[in-house]
Structures are given as C-alpha cells and as structure tokens.
C-alpha cells in the first residue's frame, strides 16, 4: 500500500503567524483529504483536493498529485487552530483511507 | 451538512463484557467504517462495509465483528472486551455515487475504557 509522510511532525507557533504542513505520498493517490482533529478528538473535514488549489478563509491547500505532495497553508493562526493535522489518501485499487502520521501544532498567545 | 452520530462519547466497560457501538449516517452513503485510534499508532481500520449486508475486514479485525442491516447504521461489537481495546473508536461513511466527490465524514468519536 502507499505510504503518506507529514512534516513537521510538531509545531508550536504564535498566534498570527502563518504556517505550512506537508504531506508526500509514495505513490498516486486519489481523494486526497486534509483533516484537523480537534482536542475532544473529531476529526474536522478542511479540505477535500486531489489537484489543484482551494482556499477556505485562513486556510488554503496545494496538491500537485503528478510530484506526490500536498501542502497546508495556515495563515494568521489563532489558539483555536490547535490540534492534530492529517492528510489521507486513497490508492488507485484500494477503498480505504490511509492516513499520514500527523502534524501536531499548538498555537500560543 | 453531512452529519455522521456515534452512540455514546465516553463509555467504560469492564473486561468480558460484550460491547456494542453504534454509527449511524444521514446522508444515504453506501460505504461506512470503523477505525481505532491510539497515541504513536495513528488511525488503523479495523472493518468497513460497501454497502447494506456487505464487510470487509481491515488491517486489525481481531477481537471485533460489526453488523450492517440497514444502509444508515453502522455497528461495532466487541464480543468480550479486553483492556486492550481501551482507545478512541471513529466511525466514518462516504459515497460512491458516480460524479459525487468520494468524501470521506467523521463522527465526533467513542473514547471506550475497559477496566
């Protein structure tokens, strides 16, 4: 099956600064999805971009599926943007969701 | 919205005790499934279905079975929970209909303690 790696795996910022997460893929991937799990554990739909670009407020998201990778822009970070990041992909034969390891980002005052 | 519902957010069992979790979706998806989440582990599938009657088994099936009679709802059994099924349990649907995005939504979560 693919493999799905995020970077940085931490990070602490403060509140205002901007950020990018990213996520490489072994192989092709389809359905890519960005998620962010809040502290009582929900995963959060942020962003749903097998090519392309989208943006959602601060949030904004790049894949480019022909190089394996998709990045996370977090602009003007708040405290509420706190949480667990994740990436996950679907491969061209499977019918599941493999996720990446995370990015764990807290967002100080 | 899409919305997905699982039974209960916290809930603690003792060791022996059948178990039985509950998903339920609103938005007619055919497929639907159940990971479990632990620190360092990440999220692992533990089974999905395709459709009404249909599973599959994911990559850590062993210790559970789930049930699927009607299309909206989902269920997890823990035939005789053990300490190591203590995690946090995601319950998760998507469609598959021709021109629809293949989506996948999360309910909130199940954090199950087995004591």
């Known amino acids: 099956g693919i493999q799905v790696e995020q970077s940085p795996p931490d990070l602490i910022l403060q509140e205002g600064a901007n950020s990018t997460l990213r996520c490489n893929f072994s192989?092709?991937?389809?359905?890519l999805q960005w998620f962010h799990q809040n502290p009582w554990g929900q995963l959060i739909n942020l962003f749903y971009?097998?090519?392309g670009t989208k943006q959602n407020g601060r949030l904004s998201a790049t894949t480019v599926a022909t190089e394996r990778y998709s990045l996370l822009y977090i602009s003007s970070s708040q405290t509420t943007d706190s949480g667990v990041y994740f990436c996950?992909?679907?491969?061209?034969?499977?019918?599941?969701?493999?996720f990446g390891t995370g990015t764990r980002l807290q967002v100080t005052l | 919205d899409v919305k997905v519902t699982q039974s209960s957010r916290y809930l603690v069992k003792r060791t022996g005790e059948k178990v039985f979790l509950e998903c339920v979706q609103d938005m007619d998806h055919e497929n639907m499934f159940w990971y479990r989440q632990d620190p360092g582990l990440g999220l692992r599938l533990i089974y999905f279905?395709?459709?009404?009657?249909?599973?599959e088994k994911g990559d850590i099936p062993e210790g559970y079975s789930v049930s699927r009679e009607k299309k909206e709802r989902f269920s997890l059994i823990l035939e005789s929970a053990s300490t190591n099924q203590t995690s946090m349990y995601l319950c998760?649907?998507?469609?598959?209909?021709?021109?629809?995005?293949?989506?996948?939504?999360f309910g909130p979560g199940t954090r199950l303690t087995v004591t």
């Open positions: 998760a649907s998507r469609t598959i209909m021709a021109g629809s995005t293949y989506e996948q939504y």
């Open positions: 971009i097998p090519s």
């Open positions: 279905s395709y459709d009404v009657k249909m599973k």
């Open positions: 996950a992909g679907f491969d061209g034969t499977a019918s599941k969701l493999t």
């Open positions: 192989d092709s991937v389809n359905n």
